[in-house]
């Protein structure tokens, strides 16, 4: 009902998993880096908990999207499975067939199909939502199927998801074994009030909305407490607010509309009062483990070949902003070469440029560059291997530029975004294709762990070059954009 009013393209607070609406904050990007990383190195059993609606199925799917091609990934969304129907319900999603009913047979055979699959280069991960409902038989049934191994190599990957019944269940002496085998553990910890904020914006932004901040400060307090931070509750409480701002004709949502909402929410109290301190541990262990496989890539993955750049769209609205501005008119090309654009007048309230002449242009330390082309190269390969050859594209230029950009050159910040999505940034970029050339936009990974992306625009020799093409810019496109200079030497330390 509402989406027009807010001028909206689709429902932004469904309670579905939708991966289009991943939010990565609050470790949740971190922990899904460090899944990754668990299942593409022979990690065993992995375990992540959270309390109900904390957003475990939504991890799930969204693991599930990011995994390569080479990972054969099961879903198992059924808990009451016997001992005997989680190795049948495998089967068939291997579409593997037994050739006897015994168990320890079927055990040996699904045993030699995936060693087939393994030497084929074949993975296979078996992913368990609701894994804290699962018959104590059953759970007894995944430790011996995590015992399938060939003479080096695990051949099953599993990762359950449960509530946190399923530690409680762990802690039993009848599970211990289990317990044992399980190599890494995250907790999905609820929202604090200020990722609540970001939460809802990001939402918001990722539903297709332009405009100013439609949650108040003091609407934010009161959902965040409402909710609890838990992602289901913070969906239900926006959702009907957004309807009650419709209905009184209101483009903010103001403590009024957030307790009409929580009025007429009949959520239970939580089971248990929240244990930050085990929950900080898993964050930061996910965090942890991004870094290092971070560390990882960088020491292993040499600089590709700079892709030639082609001409491109100039976008008509920044992608999702962790500080969203109202969408500006699709902007006009900066005339001219960026390297020639002339100094800008006395009148250019930008810091005025040092009497002395402008040294020659110094080229980068070569560990700068060798950092910046391995980091770009990783981040290349893991957003745009995979049906995404526009932002491949322009990841090739923007390791192409800062290959070659000396530390004293500058281009010019447009916007960051929290909407690392591949699969939408690509969309994106679809969409504006029509527009002026994007040959001069740049797209920057921010974080050891790609958690951010920084969009900048041009190539400038020196500062004044730089504040020249700004000028040069519509009036509503340097409004509605940062554009502030900034030097390759910021950028690469950013990197």
């Known amino acids: 009902m509402y989406l027009e009013h807010f001028g909206l393209d689709e429902p932004p607070f469904r309670i579905t998993p939708h991966t289009d609406f991943f939010f990565d904050g609050a470790d949740r990007g971190a922990t899904l880096d460090a899944l990754v990383y668990s299942i593409l190195n022979d990690e065993g059993i992995v375990k992540v908990s959270g309390e109900v609606g904390s957003g475990k199925t939504m991890l799930c799917r969204v693991l599930m999207e990011r995994l390569p091609e080479h990972v054969d990934t099961i879903y198992l969304s059924t808990p009451s499975l016997g001992r005997d129907e989680i190795l049948y319900a495998i089967a068939d999603e291997l579409e593997f067939r037994f050739t006897q009913s015994r168990v320890s047979v079927a055990l040996r055979e699904l045993q030699e199909h995936l060693i087939g699959l393994y030497a084929a280069g ?3 991960v078996i992913l368990i939502d609701e894994a804290h409902a699962m018959p ?32 409680e269940a762990l802690a039993k002496p009848s599970l211990r074994q289990l317990k044992d085998r399980i190599t890494q553990s995250f907790r999905m910890r609820p929202l604090t009030d200020d990722e609540v904020a970001k939460y809802l914006a990001f939402r918001m932004r990722a539903a297709g909305y332009r405009g100013p901040d439609v949650f108040t400060r003091q609407a934010v307090s009161l959902i965040a407490r409402a909710s609890g931070g838990l992602t289901r509750r913070i969906n239900i409480l926006a959702d009907k607010s957004l309807l009650s701002a419709f209905t009184v004709d209101t483009h903010a949502v103001t403590g009024r509309q957030a307790r009409a909402a929580i009025a007429d929410s009949d959520f239970a109290p939580l089971r248990r009062p929240w244990r930050r301190r085990a929950a900080y541990a898993g964050g ?9 496989v971070t560390a990882h890539w960088l020491l292993s993955s040499p600089p590709s070949a700079p892709a030639p750049g082609q001409p491109a769209p100039v976008p008509a609205a920044p992608p999702v902003s962790a500080k969203p501005a109202p969408e500006p008119p699709p902007p006009a090309p900066v005339p001219g070469p960026a390297v020639q654009t002339p100094p800008a007048p006395k009148s250019d309230p930008a810091p005025k440029p040092q009497a002395a002449a402008p040294a020659p242009p110094a080229s980068p330390a070569p560990e700068a560059t060798q950092l910046s082309r391995a980091q770009l190269h990783r981040i290349e390969v893991r957003y745009a291997a995979r049906g995404h050859p526009l932002l491949g594209e322009r990841l090739a230029a923007t390791r192409d530029l800062l290959a070659r950009a000396p530390d004293d050159a500058y281009t010019l910040e447009m916007y960051v975004t929290q909407n690392i999505d591949p699969a939408r940034v690509e969309r994106f970029l679809v969409r504006a294709r029509d527009m002026a050339a994007l040959s ?46 900034r030097s390759f030497a910021e950028i690469r330390h950013a990197l």
Do not use: C
Request: glycine letters at 8%; aromatic letters at 8%.
């Open 136 to 167: 104590e038989e059953t759970l007894e049934q995944v430790r011996l199927l995590s015992n399938l191994e060939s003479s080096r190599h695990k051949l099953l990957q599993i990762v359950l998801f449960g509530q946190p019944e399923l530690d």
């Open 440 to 485: 001069q936009v740049y797209v920057v990974p921010l974080g050891g762990a790609a958690t951010r992306l920084w969009v900048v625009f041009g190539d400038y020799t020196d500062r004044q070059g730089a504040l020249a093409a700004q000028k040069a810019m519509p009036e509503e496109y340097r409004r509605e954009f940062k554009n502030v200079p």
């Open 122 to 124: 074949r993975r296979v």
């Open 284 to 292: 930061i262990l996910a965090a942890g483990i991004a870094i290092g």
